[in-house]
Structure formats: C-alpha cells, structure tokens
C-alpha cells in the first residue's frame, strides 16, 4: 500500500510533538497506557448496550511485553479497536483525538476517558525509530496494519488480528552517547514507570515478569522463569469515600509515598464539585524535611488526571508559605496531554490552586482551635514560613495569615495568638507591645520590659528574625497598632509627666548634646527617660528601622548598611543621673568615659557588639582605680 502523509502540515509540526511538548521521554508510557485504558472504557461504556459483548469488567487488561533481542516493547489492550477509517482519523491527523470525540458523543457518569488532547500517541517516537499498531475493532471481520517511522508518513494495511483490540509495537531506537534507550527495555524499569505515572489505572496491567528460581530438588542450581504479575494496584485510595479509609490507610500511603517515618500531623481529604472539580488529598508533616529551608527544597503537589499522573510536583499548586503540605489533586477537568507550560496558564488549575489555599488554611485554623497541643508542634516546625508569608509580597497574604501565626508571650510564657493577645487587652489599650530578642528570657532583662509589665500590659516576645519584618508589614492588628517597646515613644507618660521630663532635658540641654558628640554620630540623640524603672541606660530607635531589624540585615548573605536611628536614654531617677550631672560642672575627662562606658553597657543589654571592646576595658579599670 503507497505511503501516505500526515495531514498535520509539516516536519516541523511533527517535531514539535514528539520533541517539545513532553519534557521527559519516559512518558511515553504514560501517554500509551492512558490510550489503552480510554479503549477499554469505550468497549465497556459500549457493552451496557450491546449484548453481543460477553467480557464482564474484570476481563479487561492491558499486556506489556518486552523482546531485548528484537529491541521490541508491546503495549496491548483488549478493548474497543479501532477500523481502517479510525486508522486514519486518529492517528493520521496530529492532535486528533477519537476519545475526545467519543467523550463528546456519549454523555456518562461512569466514564473517564483521558486522553482527550490528540498528541499523546506520537510521544512513542521520542524512543522508537518505528510504530507499529495493529487493531481489530468491534463488530469489524478484518484487522488493519498501520506502520510508520516518524515524519516520513505512515502506511495502512489489512493484516491478522484474531482477537478485538489494538496492540501497538515500539522498535526501541538504538543507545547513543546521550541516551539510553535500551532502559526501556529492562523489566524493572517498565514496573517502575508504571508505578510512578499509570499506578490507578483501573484496569490491570500485566506483564510477563522473568525471574530466578532455585530448581526443584537441586540446592544451588537455578532456573529462569517467565510468571504473569500485574503491575498496578488499580484503586486510588483518594477515590474512596473517606468513611471507607482508615487511619492507618491514610498515615501507610502517606508514608509510602512521599518518604515519611512519620505519621502526618494533619491528613486532608476532600472532594469538590463545580466550576472546578477534583479530589485532593493533602498532609501537613510533623517536620520539615532535611533539605526544606534550603534553595534545594522543591515544592508541589502531585497531579493527576483521572488518576494518571501528570506532574510529580506542580509548584501552581501551592503559595509558597504553605509549600510545606505534602499530597496530590486529581482532576478530570485537565488535559492529560497537557505541558508545563500551558499549565502555568491553565484557568482550571488556578481555580483549584486557590480552592488549596482556601482549604489549608482552614483545616489549620480548625486545628488551631481544636487540637492546641498538635498546632502548637507544627508551627515550631513550619512557623517561620507562615510569617514570611506575611512579610513577602509586600505583605498582600497577611491578612490570610494572620490568625494563624503564633509568639510567645509574657503572659504565662506561653505561645499565643494576635486575637488571644487582644482579648486580654487593658481596656482602653490601643497597642499592641513587643520585643525582640534572641530569647523569652533574654527579652524579659531588657531594662524597657520592667516598665511595661509593671503597668500590666502584655508582651509579645519576637525571637525569630522574620518576626518583627512581619508585624511592621502587618501594621495593625483589630484596629490595634504594633509598638516594639525599644521604640522612641510608648506613650506611657501622663502629661505632667512629659512636661517634667522636657524640663530635665531642656536644663541638661547642653550635656546631653557634648555626651552626643562624645559617641561620634552613634546615636542621633542622649536624653533623659521615663521608661526605665531600676536601670541606668537603654538604647531606643526611631524611625521604621528597629535595632533589632537593623542586626538581622546586617546578618543576610547581601548585608546591608542600613542602620537604625538609635537614641541613648537615661534613667532620670538613676543616681547616675546626677553623677553626671556632676562630672558636666567638674571632669570633662571622666564625662567622656561615662558616655562611653554608658553606651557599650545599652549595646551589650539590646545583644549588640562593642566596637572597641580593648577601650572599653581600660576605661572601667582606670575609673576603679
């Protein structure tokens, strides 16, 4: 029979199928395997009304064999075939697809074909030189042929087919210096691309499997044996009713899956209908993976259509802060054929990647709620990620976020919400007061802590080094404004009180000011203070920059200069107040020491380093001698 050539216009064309739209060649089965199955579910959709099909469902099955001599791989189904016609129509035509048409004409619930976007079948050719398929279709007497080697056309012949089906026929091209093609061709690795893509298909795939066995009655002689194994274990477990899986069922699959000695802290299970339909199945771990705060870490879900895989791990699936959830979505709303490219533009997966969001969030702050004790474990594994949710992007999910992140706070030194915090507020507090700090208890000998307890407000301890970027891109908080306590003004003072301490200011004026210039552009400001009940000095930042966000960006790979306006305060009440005041009228030499002495105690008490730590100790052995 004369060659014919594709109606799909061109060489370059058929390129692009069979070298662009996969990014990995062993898809190839995959894509083959779906096709099968989409047979099979045409010949049983057909068989409720034709009576002259006598295979039940259990009949059906897909063969792969495997021929290393001839350098063969066979992929055969026993379902509906396909005519000389159908021949020509699917698979003379790239991007013809005869299920999508058969999808189209038949309307059933119980039906799930895959394929339905027309390329999957030339992916053979990324590992095979040559095609063959040979199919007998229901209802047809004669079996046709069709042969091809890629660009150059195709042929369609009669030939002999005993039974109803099609059975496709690869030549595994030769092994090259890039690629090993004989691959395909190994047992192990048809059983693990099976396992990996096509583990759900819901009919059985079978395959000769060879083994060595010891012969029967010798002790050390061996036998190879050829045993029929099915490679698939047919039924998604995220298909079942959830009232049909156990614990157990859940946790094993879990593990099996994606490599967990531990039992989730959360399985999330859910089933959604309308404008995007799916199954997903989520778990949030107990704790991150070794590699999860790494560049290496890559997030993602599984994605399958109809439970063929499509993607290992689709990053579109999950905002980065909850890049932590472990799972997979199954949707007969994506096209199997589909790329990752046109993924990223898919509106059916953005619909459902925000449906995730939604979910996630939810079952946490349900967690949260009913089950403390878990949420509180969790978020010390994946904490931090949540409140650089809050902080990134400029702060457009923190309002998402917000109820969910948790500081410990002074009020019974345990982890607390933004709400529970507000709940207790004083009546009439309008702010919300924290510190930072390396720890709870470092952040409680902080000389500006004693005075805020002392009036009974709260405190929040910020011991992360994410944690103060995060309420500062929050702002606020139930109409509540976020007030770090090492900050220029706590408006804590009554007026009368302001009133004296400008007073005391504006008399030590001049002071103050040569104390400022003793510091050498360190601080922007020496002033007399309020806010410290039973310590000499402290050190305060105005402006947004904080000390303690000032340390953190010192501290990143591309450290900045940016440096906080930092202000020296004095305890008013302090006798080192009038030691100074003193040492103004009498020793200018010993006021520069003081100063000096002053400034390196207030770094030291905030966490910081002394620039001149040498200076600093022979300024204290000459004023102890």
């Known amino acids: ?56 469902r259990s009949d059906y099955q897909i063969k792969i064999n495997v021929d290393r001599d001839m350098r063969t791989l066979t992929i055969e189904d026993n379902g509906i075939g396909m005519s000389e016609k159908e021949l020509e129509n699917n698979l003379g035509t790239i991007a013809k697809s005869g299920s999508l048409d058969f999808k189209t004409e038949n309307k059933a619930d119980d039906m799930s074909i895959i394929g339905q ?43 002999i087919k005993d039974t109803v089906g099609t059975k496709i ?6 092994d090259t210096e890039d690629e090993h093609y004989s691959d395909f061709l190994e047992q192990y690795t048809i059983m693990g691309l099976v396992k990996k893509y096509s583990d759900f298909i819901r009919y059985p795939i079978r395959m000769m499997w060879e083994t060595n066995r010891l012969k029967e009655g010798s002790e050390n002689e061996y036998e190879k044996v050829l045993e029929e194994r099915t490679l698939n274990s047919m039924i998604p477990l995220w298909k079942k009713n959830k009232s049909e899986i156990t614990k157990e069922e859940f946790n094993s699959f879990y593990k099996d899956q994606f490599g967990d000695w531990q039992e989730p802290a959360k399985v999330i299970h859910t089933k959604v209908e309308g404008n995007a339909t799916y199954t997903a199945l989520l778990y949030v771990p107990k704790q991150p993976p070794f590699d999860y705060y790494s560049k290496n870490f890559e997030k993602g879900l599984q994605l399958y259509s109809s439970g063929v895989m499509i993607m290992e791990k689709c990053a579109d699936l999950l905002p980065d802060y909850f890049s932590f959830v472990k799972g997979l979505v199954d949707s007969e709303d994506l096209s199997l054929n589909i790329s990752r490219e046109m993924l990223q533009h898919d509106r059916q997966l953005k619909l459902i990647a925000t449906n995730i969001e939604r979910k996630v969030r939810n079952e946490l702050l349900a967690m949260l709620k009913n089950d403390r004790e878990t949420y509180e474990e969790f978020f010390k594994a994946f904490g931090t990620q949540l409140k650089f949710g809050m902080y990134e992007d400029f702060g457009a999910n923190k309002d998402k976020l ?64 994410v944690d103060e970027f995060a309420l500062q891109i929050l702002a606020s908080y139930k109409d509540k404004t976020f007030t770090n306590i090492s900050t220029e003004n706590l408006n804590l003072d009554t007026e009368e009180e302001k009133q004296q301490l400008e007073a005391i200011n504006e008399e030590s004026k001049s002071m103050l000011e040569t104390m400022k210039e003793t510091l050498a552009g360190a601080v922007t400001a020496v002033r007399f203070t309020n806010r410290l009940k039973s310590h000499p000095v402290c050190l305060v930042s105005e402006g947004v920059l904080s000390l303690e966000m000032e340390k953190v960006l010192s501290q990143m790979p591309n450290g900045t200069d940016a440096k906080a306006e930092v202000v020296m305060e004095i305890n008013k009440d302090h006798p080192i107040s009038e030691k100074l005041k003193q040492l103004a009228e009498t020793d200018a030499d010993k006021l520069e020491k003081y100063t000096k002495i002053l400034y390196a105690q207030a770094r030291l008490i905030e966490g910081l380093t002394v620039d001149n730590p040498t200076e600093l100790s022979n300024m204290i052995c000459d004023l102890m001698l």
């Open 1 to 56: 029979m004369a060659k014919k050539q594709f109606k799909a216009e061109s060489k370059k064309l058929m390129d692009m199928m069979i070298n662009s739209i996969y990014t990995h060649k062993e898809i190839f089965l995959r894509e083959l395997i779906s096709n099968a199955s989409d047979a099979l579910d045409k010949m049983y959709f057909k068989s409720l009304t034709d009576d002259s099909i006598t295979l039940s």
């Open 402 to 465: 917000a109820d969910l992140v948790l500081f410990t706070s002074s009020y019974e030194k345990k982890p607390v919400t933004l709400a529970e915090y507000v709940d207790r507020c004083k009546e009439g507090q309008n702010t919300i007061y924290y510190a930072c700090g390396e720890s709870a208890d470092k952040i409680d000998m902080l000389p500006q802590a004693e005075l805020i307890k002392d009036n009974g407000y709260e405190i929040l301890y910020l011991t992360d080094n």
């Open 169 to 174: 026929t690869l030549h595994i091209k030769d």
């Open 117 to 159: 976007f027309g390329v999957g079948f030339y992916s053979a050719f990324m590992v095979s030189d040559s095609v063959t398929v040979r199919s007998l279709a229901h209802g047809e007497d004669q079996a046709y042929c069709w042969t091809s080697k890629g660009v150059d056309g195709y042929t369609i012949e009669p030939c």
